[in-house]
């Protein structure tokens, strides 16, 4: 006989089943004991009695998170006992056979009790298997599938991006420094950037799903030192809109499936559907900043950029003001972009580039790139970098490249305001920071 | 009007259109130039008449891998200028407006050659956009996307494995380490092995797509210091063979997909689909050494692993006698395993392994993994590795693992044998080697 998932028992009342999986509670009333026992597809509640004599001696040791195999028939469960709203809340197994898999020690905590950050941390292999967690990574995993499926569906081709790279990308963001061979230094990819630009030349619109390394030493609620970035480039666009435009129907895409797959999710979180009207509200830098001094009364308007704390506070003026979750802000300065973001020429001083803000945070970055070569080289020296050491990257636009354009969205944060979670942490599965990877470092 | 891609230009025939791309090659017949134009979906001859001034004007210019739009009349072409065989080999754009949207600069060589792979290597921005190229990475691109419908669809949830990592994994391979924050020190990733494992007791099965990093200083045509690793885990097997059904049920959707979407790259690399029997063959080590032995005369009868040279030799001979491209050798002594793989009660010495084989190398890894605590920590003790230092690993067995097993496909040895490609850099976009990120480290 072969096992049978939780989440099919209903189909086999008055049959007998197998079922295997770990204990999640254990009961015991009088003489009878009571195991709920949780499998990937869900939860079933399991009885001993005496009678089922040598399953009733295993059935003494079980604990929780023993991995158990149960025979037995399934049943409805006693009118008195029959629970509708939950699922197999009107059935049960009648235990006649178990086969202990493997046992547990005894537990730190109860699954289900809500522990601090840090303990959570600290017991990952265990508390990741809580309802929780289960969750944030299932609407996880929906996310980056349906990511690449509305990309895939207009002819972006996906590529697999490198991890080591010869030096600093960005020239900015901090990077981890490796040990390479033959003593050559390397580092690690703060982004796919210019290699998803030189695939522009040989496909035309590509998307990668990359980890990314940034060595700052950040101690908030929004930063990792390692994540994944769902990033794609396009080219032949008209400006920085073709990716808005881009974003906004892959962004309404996610949406749409998780509402549709994942409703049970946000329901448990507490969450809304995000609102995302027919056009996100798209605002240039200077008017979000004169909007912030208006109601605010904190005179921001000359800054490069915006704090955290102005992020916030857009975010739900767009929400309250103009019926969204999402906001586009462009325009960011010359300056405060890096040196391959197209200058507007319009605007002089700004850039074709755009964050957008969800729910509180930037989750996305992207814009129009320099696509020529004389350019590009020129920009690089006002950023007081040697174009040498671009000389890999140059190579595809010293041979001929088209207008283009993309962006990164952060995966971890994108997960963490579809669920309101409180820290980005909890939105990976095992993070690193300042101070852990998986144990304390300063153990 | 609208940008048309070029495969579509069929339908336009006898009307305007636009179209945009490099171009591809320019050839002048007395006072006309022809130009053919790629774009991502192909490409198509365009005239250029000395009565179109302007245009005529521009075209003079252009050279290939300059990125132009072109305005014209989708005509067909002359009888004696059609060519039936080719896509688009029947009609032609009629120019009538030309923009050039960047210049490139004189080709190092005519895109069309063959190169050595040193000079492929040291201009892929250049050489990826080559025809050839363009087939092996559309090809990995669909088979990175299939292997993950074929999981999904078995059940499996798609996670994201850490690139940065604590501690040598598997005790074994040559790590790239890290400077972390603080001054620690941190490490690649060889392998997602220990985070598939411990997310077993949460999704029970799990796949991810990741890279992976081994600092061996080899220069063979088999190897990469930097690769992606199609790696996927599973709960509640009986043993090895639940891991090799799953996976052989995984490539003969590979093979599927790749013989109907991709019939015209194998057929330009001149390679067949692979021979995928019923059942693909499996033998012990010392099985596939006893052949070998006999065969070849060369005794290797108590060696604990294959040589590359082995491994050739098994794979022509199951072609040959057992009709199959694909070759499984399990049993690979305790010696030659990584801590956590399980012995094989009934053939003590030897653990319930194996390798897949395919095309003369290996491209898979697996088998069943030890999940009882007790037994692990022994084992990492027998293999002189100190317990306390998988601590965060063994909290994932401490409290409860079902019995499962998973294994490790080497996306671009996979790519490489499809396509029968000499050297795994050519499956690699760009390969990090001995010498070479990006540029040639010496330099």
Redesign the interface.
């Known amino acids: 006989m072969q096992?049978i998932y939780i989440e099919n028992l209903q189909k086999h009342v008055g049959k007998e089943a197998i079922i295997?999986g770990?204990?999640d509670v254990r009961r015991d009333h009088g003489k009878l004991i009571f195991i709920d026992l949780r499998?990937?597809t869900g939860k079933v509640q399991c009885v001993i009695v005496p009678s089922a004599l040598k399953a009733y001696e295993a059935g003494k040791d079980l604990r929780s998170?023993?991995?158990v195999q149960m025979t037995g028939v399934v049943q409805e469960r006693p009118g008195n006992m029959r629970n509708d709203k939950e699922p197999n809340g009107t059935i049960e197994l009648a235990v006649s056979e178990i086969e202990v898999?493997?046992?547990?020690?005894e537990?730190p905590f109860e699954l289900g009790t809500e522990l601090n950050l840090d303990t959570y941390l600290d017991?990952?292999?265990?508390t990741?298997?809580t309802p929780r967690?289960?969750d944030i990574?299932?609407l996880?995993?929906t996310l980056?599938?349906e990511y690449?499926t509305v990309l895939?569906n207009q002819?972006f081709?996906?590529?697999?991006?490198?991890?080591?790279?010869?030096g600093d990308a960005e020239g900015g963001a901090a990077v981890?420094?490796?040990?390479?061979?033959?003593d050559?230094a390397?580092y690690?990819a703060t982004s796919p950037q210019f290699?998803k630009q030189?695939?522009v030349?040989?496909?035309?619109?590509v998307f990668t799903i990359?980890?990314v390394?940034r060595?700052e030493?950040h101690a908030t609620s929004r930063h990792l030192?390692?994540y994944?970035t769902l990033d794609f480039e396009m080219g032949?666009v008209r400006d920085h809109h073709d990716v808005m435009e881009t974003l906004e129907k892959a962004l309404r895409h996610l949406v749409k499936a998780v509402s549709e797959k994942h409703s049970d999710i946000l329901i448990r979180f507490g969450m809304e559907i995000p609102l995302l009207p027919q056009n996100i509200p798209v605002m240039k830098l200077r008017e979000a900043q004169e909007i912030i001094t208006k109601e605010t009364g904190e005179d921001c308007v000359n800054e490069p950029d915006l704090e955290p704390a102005h992020e916030r506070f857009l975010c739900e003026y767009a929400r309250k003001n103009l019926n969204s979750d999402f906001l586009f802000v462009t325009h960011y300065p010359v300056s405060k972009r890096p040196f391959y973001t197209y200058e507007d020429e319009t605007d002089p001083g700004f850039t074709k580039s755009f964050d957008l803000l969800f729910r509180g945070v930037e989750i996305v970055t992207g814009g129009q790139r320099i696509?020529?070569?004389n350019t590009l080289v020129e920009k690089i020296k006002a950023k007081n970098l040697n174009p040498e050491k671009f000389?890999?990257?140059l190579?595809?636009?010293?041979?001929?490249?088209?207008?283009h354009g993309g962006c990164a969205i952060g995966?971890e944060r994108l997960t963490q305001k579809f669920l309101g979670l409180e820290n980005v942490k909890e939105a990976?599965?095992?993070p690193?920071d300042?101070n852990r990877?998986?144990?304390l470092?300063s153990q």
């Open positions: 096992r295997a770990w204990v499998d990937r998170e023993w991995v898999l493997s046992r547990a020690a537990m017991h990952l292999p265990l990741l298997r967690a289960r990574f299932t996880q995993a980056v599938e690449r895939r002819g081709t996906e590529f697999q991006a490198p991890g080591i790279v010869g981890f420094k490796v040990e390479y061979l033959k050559k390397a690690l290699y030189i695939m030349g040989i496909f035309e619109r990359a980890k390394f060595a030493e030192n390692e994944s032949f696509h020529d070569y000389s890999f990257y190579e595809a636009f010293k041979y001929g490249m088209p207008p995966l990976a599965l095992f690193r300042m990877i998986d144990t470092l």
